[in-house]
């Protein structure tokens, strides 16, 4: 009985402390919120319609969306995945939408292995886009590859801020990158979903091979945002950064 008693509260204590090192886990998973210095001139009501990992074949069917919708959005743009698609890539451009930077491979183990490494590529993403436009753009936007949580910290920004980067995150977002198999409906029930009070929306969007049900609900979000009196702009160099509060 005595030994049972002791298995007993050492497997109860077992259970507690995994149960404790999983919610630890969950909490680092969930982003901090904004710090003040990125909330701040965020009253208008103003919506930006981003999408990451392009330029892909289906980015050709969101452009014709936005094109009748009669708004632009930003394009986060994954260097290596500019090859044989340059066509799409100076078709984002003409069509006046925001380009900005995602690294080169996405590779999550290359690309955060140091500042440096993480800066390296999107030097590189940024050189592929002037020679495929040839322009000689100088893009300041940039995103975290998984999002800025957990990943930023005081000398990475340190080191972004000093090459005048501006990084962006989301406060909406339509989990089509976790999830790309949503129905319409509920990628516009997410796009309804904020994680902040601010009338300023980042919806993030994604617009991979697997993400055509994104495609299709683009009007209904975008006829959402316009009915609450909402105007659709790009992210640019002058668009005041959007990142997760980190660790000083």
Known sequence: MQKFLKCSLYTSLLIGILGMTHLRSLA?????????????????????????????PLVGKILDVLNEQQVKGTFFIVGKEIKQREAILKRIY?????????TYSHNFKTIYNSPSAFIKEMDKTLATINEVLGENLDIKVIRFPGGS???????????????????????????DGVKPGLSPSELLRNAKKSRDKSECKIILAHCNSKNKTTCQALPQIIHYYKEQGYRFEIIDNNTSPYYYRFKK
Do not use: C
Request: hydrophobic share 30%; proline share 6%; net charge negative.
């Open 94 to 102: 003409e069509e006046g939408h925001g380009i900005g930077l995602h």
């Open 28 to 56: 680092m998973d969930i982003p901090s919120p904004p710090s003040k210095e990125v909330t701040e001139n965020r009253s208008q009501k103003v919506v930006y319609l981003t999408f990451d990992d392009g330029p892909t």
């Open 149 to 175: 949580a957990g990943r930023l910290n005081q000398n990475f920004y340190n080191e972004l801020t000093e090459r005048g980067y501006k990084i962006f995150d989301w406060n909406v977002n339509l989990e």
